[in-house]
């Protein structure tokens, strides 16, 4: 299917697992970002790519790894999962400097 | 420190009222200003506004950006209740390396009632 679509959907885990949470884009955009909405904080950077092999750091980093090997995916990779990790995490892409960015569906992800 | 700031914080209306949402900014290297609405799950793309002045439409939908007094509006006429939503303001700023930065304001929660 076209477009940008996130797996898996929810995700229970474990304090101290380690969980990856997929993103894929069929449309070959350069700009790829993943956020995290909580509560009372809104939409918050964790990383962002503006191209295969080139990633930085957003707002909350601390605790995520990325990598973008291909330009259609986008992985984020939470090393030692925290209660203070559930949350809601979109996967968005961005064609270009003069386009909006479009969401993924979102991952729930709940750490226990 | 870059900020949007959107108000009101919520607000309800009857179907077939008029709205008016508010985002004010404050960024540094401002680039352009977004509008997202959110239902229950990812943001969806409204508007992208770079100019002043220029007003952007869409159905019932339109917004308008002040660059000078550093605020937009989104208005949407004659609500339905499937205009119940977030919407969601960001402006997006470059930083250092062309480097893309968006800041999100909290949202407006909007529900409309029959």
């Known amino acids: 299917d076209a477009g940008i679509t996130q797996s898996p959907r929810y995700k229970i885990t474990e304090t101290g697992r380690q969980v990856t949470l997929m993103c894929h884009q069929t449309?070959?955009?350069?700009?790829m970002f993943w956020y995290r909405q909580d509560l009372g904080h809104g939409l918050r950077l964790i990383y962002y790519s503006a191209a295969a092999d080139i990633t930085d750091k957003g707002e909350v980093p601390d605790g995520y790894v990325v990598s973008r090997s291909k330009t259609e995916n986008f992985p984020l990779t939470l090393e030692s999962a925290t209660r203070s990790q559930t949350s809601v995490y979109f996967c968005?892409?961005?064609?270009?400097?003069?386009?909006?960015?479009?969401f993924g569906s979102g991952t729930r992800l709940t750490v226990v | 420190e870059d900020k949007v700031v959107q108000s009101p914080l919520s607000l309800v209306v009857h179907e077939g009222d008029t709205v008016t949402l508010n985002c004010s900014y404050e960024?540094?290297?401002?680039?352009?200003l977004l509008w997202y609405k959110q239902e229950k799950k990812a943001p969806t793309f409204l508007f992208m506004l770079t100019s002043s002045g220029i007003e952007k439409k869409s159905g019932r939908l339109s917004s308008i950006l002040d660059k000078k007094e550093l605020f937009s509006i989104l208005n949407i006429t004659a609500t339905q209740t499937g205009d119940s939503a977030i919407y969601l303001c960001?402006?997006?700023?470059?930083?250092?390396?062309?480097?893309?930065?968006?800041?999100w304001g909290l949202g407006t929660s909007l529900a409309v009632n029959p």
């Open positions: 960001a402006v997006e700023a470059l930083s250092a390396g062309n480097n893309r930065k968006l800041i």
């Open positions: 960024v540094t290297n401002f680039r352009s």
């Open positions: 449309w070959s955009h350069s700009y």
């Open positions: 968005a892409s961005s064609s270009g400097l003069n386009y909006g960015y479009t």
